[in-house]
């Protein structure tokens, strides 16, 4: 009778290790991008389409040259804009490569500067631009003088060239900077580049075009949006600030949710675990028989879920991949489980707490504020569920016990 409890308890333990084994390569595979097929079709669309969008603000500086006690020295001050107007229209359109899917976007801008000249000296005023982190391609880029009869500008990228010969103190000029550009997951203004500085006014408009599935860049910025049929108009606007947040949206996107489901295949042991000892007691408490080998197939269908999981979502959006993952593996259940337990066991006990352990646990990685109150609950009832039986039962009486 030991020898047998033994073995049982051993050839559980033996499952629960090989599965645990298998669960987290595949969480190690959803966080890799670099080495995994997936990673490389991401990096390549990248590096042709662009990836997440950052507009870096352009420098204005004011160059003053004033005679020294042996030379002449050259002096470059910094210019901080009066105010900021943004007009940005972001037309969102996936981009599908194969199965893969790429939340990609074209964004069309234009910025409206105003720079005064606060300090008490005269001089040239430089501008330098700087090219859109991760932006591969940018058309349609114009430098306009609105004050200065629209005098338009060759932009020279990654160093200063000259906007006016001479910038007085207290004059003021509106320049406007328009462009074109692709990316995807995240469209930024880098606003915290003024973090040290105190900017008068900012006005924004984005428009989002065909999309509704879309988040404020980190929240931080107060904002009103204003939903329509094709998408939404999100406005911003602030006096006198400084600030550390960017100032963009990002959209919802199946890489999104990477994370989450990696953080629930780290997770998941813990549900083929308590599915194993589910199982078990209640395979004792019933007097169901069953060969302990038919142990290794009844915990492939929790393994096999989570492994759905794990490589469907590259292809599909998560409520799919989590009704792909349901439907395969209530496949794989009903075409086994009914013929080991019989129905009613399989339908009421294995059936329901398979449901549990996959699909709802599953929906509770989805959910960052109460994950960890939600998975201890989950956790609670389900020993509560075994708890209450076990103490009703005569365990002299389990099968394992049997003396024959």
């Not at 008490?120 to 430089?126: D, E, H, N």
Request: aromatic share 16%.
């Amino acid at each position: 009778m030991q020898s047998k409890i033994v073995q049982t308890l051993f050839w559980l333990i033996l499952l629960s290790v090989a599965g645990t084994a298998i669960l987290m390569l595949a969480a190690a595979r959803v966080g890799e991008h670099q080495s995994s097929t997936y990673g490389n079709a991401y990096q390549r669309f990248e590096k042709s389409w662009g990836g997440e969008i950052g507009i870096i603000p352009p420098k204005f500086l004011l160059e003053r040259s004033h005679a020294a006690k042996v030379f002449s020295k050259t002096e470059q001050i910094s210019l901080i804009p009066k105010s900021i107007k943004i007009n940005s229209t972001v037309d969102y359109g996936e981009q599908t490569i194969g199965w893969l899917t790429f939340n990609a976007f074209k964004v069309k801008s234009e910025d409206i500067y105003v720079i005064r000249n606060d300090t008490a000296y005269s001089g040239k005023l430089l501008i330098k631009l700087t090219k859109p982190d991760n932006a591969n391609i940018l058309s349609d880029y114009k430098v306009v003088l609105e004050d200065r009869k629209n005098t338009f500008l060759h932009p020279v990228m990654g160093k200063a060239f000259l906007l006016l010969p001479e910038f007085k103190p207290k004059e003021q000029i509106k320049m406007t900077m328009t462009y074109a550009t692709k990316g995807m997951n995240v469209f930024k203004y880098n606003l915290s580049d003024y973090q040290d500085s105190v900017i008068e006014h900012l006005q924004t408009q984005l428009k989002i075009n065909n999309s509704h599935d879309f988040e404020i860049y980190r929240f931080g910025l107060s904002h009103e949006i204003d939903t329509n049929p094709m998408g939404a108009s999100i406005q911003f606007e602030m006096n006198n600030f400084a600030t550390t947040q960017d100032l963009g949206v990002t959209f919802a996107s199946k890489q999104m949710y990477l994370d989450q489901i990696q953080s629930l295949m780290s997770y998941s042991p813990i549900s083929l675990i308590l599915y194993l000892l589910v199982i078990f007691v209640f395979s004792q408490i019933n007097s169901v028989k069953f060969h302990g080998f038919h142990y290794l197939f009844i915990a492939m269908h929790n393994v096999f879920y989570f492994l759905f999981v794990a490589y469907l979502v590259r292809f599909f959006g998560v409520d799919m991949t989590f009704g792909l993952a349901f439907a395969l593996t209530a496949g794989l259940f009903f075409a086994y489980c009914p013929n080991i337990f019989g129905w009613r066991f399989a339908l009421k006990i294995a059936g329901i707490y398979l449901f549990l352990l996959t699909t709802v646990y599953s929906l509770i990685f989805l959910m960052p504020i109460f994950r960890g109150l939600l998975f201890i609950a989950l956790v609670f009832v389900i020993f509560t569920s075994i708890m209450i039986p076990i103490s009703r039962s005569d365990i002299s009486k389990w099968t394992i016990l049997d003396r024959r």
